[in-house]
């Protein structure tokens, strides 16, 4: 593996697994263990799965007036978010594009985020850059963060962390996980039930190794995370949402809080505020395939011969045993049941609009 | 005579009677991972050698699979088509992609044996 990765600090319990590494944001990282994807999208799906995402970027954001500030930069109601309670919101440019999409919950002391790591660079500077005095930005580089994802999660958490099993989806606790020290919400990126826990840098393998002891649970790469994802319908930042899509065209429009749509008052508000006026020239759309070939990303859609969006994920979704794929396609050509064409190695496949998630979320409200 | 050899592209090249069967090698289909589609040529197609004349997909992504001979394919593994795993399973056997009339037989010669294939796995790891 190549010169300059960073490592989380699961890396020695990965290898000892079998994992194989490869390089992704800058560190190296599971991309499937020796189960292989599919067996690993499976068992999340069918039981429980630990993923490693320790390369996110974590950051409490200090002071009062924090979630003032933090509106000022977001469409999302942070204001009005309920101590101990979790929102998923977009880090907005001027024009309404997105710099990364976020999830930040509500601490008694501070404001607790969760970034994607090939951003967090950027956020923290756009950050900084933004807040008033008296709100600081606190990057947290020395802890861990695992994802326990799937239909029995909530039943290992019972046994290892009675109040995380008890909350509810994006609800947040602060708890002993098997004896550690955790933050822990229940979210995930898969789709299904599950929790996301915050840990110390020390203390993560003996977490990690007391959730992969219990007898619902298997390790999962990020080979598997992706797959989930697609399935569920989720945005990956880089893929299918990034500083060149809005989030009235990426289909976030219910990020932008009711509250928030009153004043606008948030960088890039009155840009969304006039593309929602007007409607979005493109859309985010599901896409199935029909055979089997997968359209991977940057694959090109057309109608009726013409070029009209590209494909931002695409792969193949072991739980339907077929092809998925979101991309942009210009908005008369949005509709679910619309007739498309994929240009697939030179031959036109044809595929249909479909709605997402190709996979019905199981969160636990 | 029957033999297998293999190229640097980590295809096996089956031959027997005149008939060459082509697939990807157990490394291959290991350094791949689970595979979930394939595209193979139609029989009755003229392949150069080194050509990419099929196409393999894993849940990650898409990789060419080249003729390790010029010739005429033959028949292709419809059962393949239907279920990529058969390559991951299989990889020698079940799990073949397309039979060829080689143009050339002696050129068989040229690819490596099995010893020199590991070797150079090996080499490359």
């Given at each position: 593996m190549s010169e300059n990765l960073l490592s989380t600090p699961l890396e020695a319990?990965?290898?000892?697994?079998?994992?194989r590494m490869v390089p992704f944001a800058g560190y190296a990282m599971p991309v499937q263990y020796p189960a292989g994807i599919i067996?690993?999208?499976?068992?999340?799906?069918?039981?429980?799965?630990?993923?490693?995402?320790?390369?996110?970027?974590?950051?409490?954001?200090?002071?009062?007036?924090?979630?003032?500030?933090?509106?000022?930069?977001?469409?999302?109601?942070?204001?009005?978010?309920?101590?101990?309670?979790?929102?998923?919101?977009?880090?907005?440019t001027a024009s309404g594009t997105i710099?990364?999409?976020?999830?930040?919950?509500?601490?008694?002391?501070?404001?607790?985020?969760?970034?994607?790591?090939?951003?967090?660079?950027?956020?923290?500077?756009?950050?900084a850059a933004h807040l008033p005095a008296g709100v600081t930005l606190a990057p947290m580089p020395d802890r861990a963060l695992l994802a326990l994802q799937g239909p029995k999660a909530a039943a290992v958490m019972a046994r290892l962390a009675p109040e995380a099993a008890?909350?509810?989806?994006?609800?947040?606790?602060?708890?002993?996980?098997?004896g550690h020290a955790c933050l822990v919400s229940r979210s995930g990126y898969t789709g299904e039930d599950g929790f996301e826990i915050s840990v110390e840098a020390d203390a993560a393998e003996g977490l990690a190794r007391a959730l992969l002891a219990e007898p619902e649970v298997g390790p999962a790469g990020l080979g598997a995370r992706d797959s989930l994802r697609l399935e569920a319908g989720l945005c990956l930042?880089?893929?299918?949402?990034?500083?060149?899509?809005?989030?009235?065209?990426?289909?976030?429009?219910?990020?932008?809080?009711?509250?928030?749509?009153?004043?606008?008052?948030?960088?890039?508000?009155?840009?969304l505020r006039d593309i929602l006026a007007s409607g979005p020239a493109r859309q985010r759309i599901g896409i199935l395939p029909e055979g089997r070939?997968?359209?991977?990303?940057?694959?090109?859609?057309?109608?009726?011969?013409?070029?009209?969006?590209?494909?931002?994920?695409?792969?193949?979704?072991?739980?339907?045993?077929?092809?998925?794929?979101?991309?942009?396609?210009?908005?008369?050509?949005?509709?679910?049941?619309?007739?498309?064409?994929?240009?697939?190695?030179?031959?036109?496949?044809?595929?249909?609009?479909a709605a997402m998630p190709f996979v019905p979320h199981r969160y636990i409200r | 005579?029957?033999?297998?050899?293999?190229?640097?592209?980590?295809?096996?090249?089956?031959?027997?009677?005149?008939?060459?069967?082509?697939?990807?090698?157990?490394?291959?289909?290991?350094?791949?991972?689970?595979?979930?589609?394939?595209?193979?040529?139609?029989?009755?197609?003229?392949?150069?050698?080194?050509?990419?004349?099929?196409?393999?997909?894993?849940?990650?992504?898409?990789s060419d699979v080249?003729?390790?001979?010029?010739?005429?394919?033959?028949?292709?593994?419809?059962?393949l088509a239907e279920n990529p795993a058969l390559a991951n399973q299989d990889a020698e056997g079940a799990g073949w992609f397309f039979r060829m009339v080689p143009a050339d037989p002696a050129a068989f010669a040229s690819l490596m044996d099995r010893a020199a294939y590991d070797a150079f796995v090996a080499e490359s790891a």
């Open positions: 319990l990965h290898r000892s697994l079998g994992a067996a690993e999208h499976n068992q999340t799906r069918q039981s429980a799965a630990l993923f490693d995402v320790s390369h996110m970027g974590q950051a409490k954001l200090v002071g009062a007036g924090a979630a003032a500030a933090l509106e000022a930069l977001v469409p999302g109601d942070i204001l009005g978010l309920k101590p101990f309670r979790q929102r998923y919101t977009l880090l907005t710099i990364d999409d976020l999830m930040v919950a509500c601490l008694p002391e501070a404001l607790f985020l969760v970034v994607n790591a090939s951003r967090k660079a950027v956020d923290f500077a756009h950050m008890a909350l509810a989806f994006m609800g947040v606790a602060e708890t002993r996980v098997a930042w880089g893929n299918d949402i990034d500083e060149t899509t809005n989030a009235i065209e990426a289909g976030l429009v219910w990020t932008i809080a009711k509250r928030r749509r009153a004043g606008w008052d948030f960088l890039g508000g009155a840009a070939a997968p359209a991977r990303a940057g694959t090109e859609i057309l109608a009726n011969g013409t070029k009209v969006g590209t494909v931002t994920s695409g792969g193949f979704a072991p739980t339907l045993g077929a092809p998925v794929a979101m991309g942009y396609v210009e908005s008369g050509h949005a509709e679910i049941g619309t007739s498309l064409a994929l240009a697939v190695r030179g031959q036109l496949l044809p595929a249909r609009v | 005579m029957s033999e297998t050899r293999f190229t640097r592209d980590h295809e096996w090249v089956h031959l027997d009677g005149g008939i060459a069967t082509v697939g990807i090698t157990v490394h291959a289909q290991e350094a791949l991972g689970d595979l979930v589609f394939v595209e193979l040529p139609a029989a009755g197609r003229e392949v150069a050698a080194a050509e990419a004349c099929a196409v393999v997909e894993s849940v990650k992504a898409a080249y003729a390790p001979l010029a010739g005429k394919v033959t028949e292709n593994n419809a059962a």
